[in-house]
């Protein structure tokens, strides 16, 4: 998942919103600085700009590496660092913000909007009824390019996705993107790691796996249908 930043420089830069507009981009930053208010780690303020025609967000990045070169330097120590990724995630996950909107809205509308098939859609909506609904701070685009590794870990920079709800759904969403983008065994150790954490039934999150993959159906990406797929075959 591409993140597209246009360098301000002294460490600022714009994060630039697909379709997104100036109002939009302005209430998406009073959320993002609403929950860094709460104590969540976001490295600064954001303001919405116009830049190049289109809304961003700018906001200052924390010196770091890039993810994935910083997990590619010790593959010795490779899960462990994995685990600090899904302990900064569920740091994350202990802060509540009922003022958010929900991941069960969201995947709800955009249910409505879709055009898989009818069956899947009730099995989605049937299986999302019966779980718990849930306030805490989901990022939504936990991945590898949205993560910055500094002296103090992992910090995730962007906020673009922010929502609330259940956490194993924001688990969920990590799982599901890192397969699609073909990331297996990070998918995996992240979803392990972070299930010693949370305690939570297995049950539970491969009825989120279920759900996530159906929703990332929708966006039509060629490239993660057969993935998806196999996804929801296996949970359905």
């Known amino acids: 998942m591409k993140v597209e930043l246009k360098d301000l420089g002294d460490g600022r830069c714009v994060q630039m919103l697909e379709g997104a507009s100036m109002a939009e981009a302005e209430r998406l930053a009073s959320s993002i600085n609403m929950v860094r208010a709460l104590g969540v780690e976001i490295a600064s303020d954001h303001s919405a700009v116009e830049a ?46 009922p003022e958010l909107d929900g991941v069960k809205d969201r995947i709800g509308s955009r249910l409505d909007r879709s055009a898989l098939p009818d069956e899947l859609v009730a099995k989605v909506r049937a299986v ?16 590898p390019e949205s993560i910055i590794v500094g002296l103090d870990g992992p910090r995730l920079v962007r906020w673009d996705g922010l929502l609330r709800g259940p956490y194993l759904a924001d688990v969920a969403r990590t799982v599901v993107l890192l397969k699609a983008s073909g990331e297996d ?17 297995d049950d539970e999150m491969d009825s989120w796996l279920l759900i996530i993959a159906a929703d990332r159906l929708v966006d039509g990406i060629e490239s993660e249908r057969e993935t998806l797929g196999r996804i929801v075959r296996k949970f359905a």
Do not use: Q
């Not at 065994?185 to 039934?201: H, N, Q, R, S």
């Open 185 to 201: 065994v990070l998918a995996d150790t992240f979803e392990k790691e972070y299930m010693k954490i949370c305690g939570k039934p």
């Open 128 to 143: 999302m009824k019966k779980l718990p609904d849930g306030d805490f701070v989901c990022n939504w685009n936990c991945v």
């Open 52 to 97: 190049d025609g289109r809304a961003g967000l700018e906001f200052t990045m924390p010196p770091g590496r890039p993810f994935m070169e910083w997990l590619g330097s010790s593959m010795f120590h490779w899960d462990r660092m994995v685990s600090l990724l899904a302990h900064e995630a569920h740091e994350m996950h202990l802060h509540t913000a």
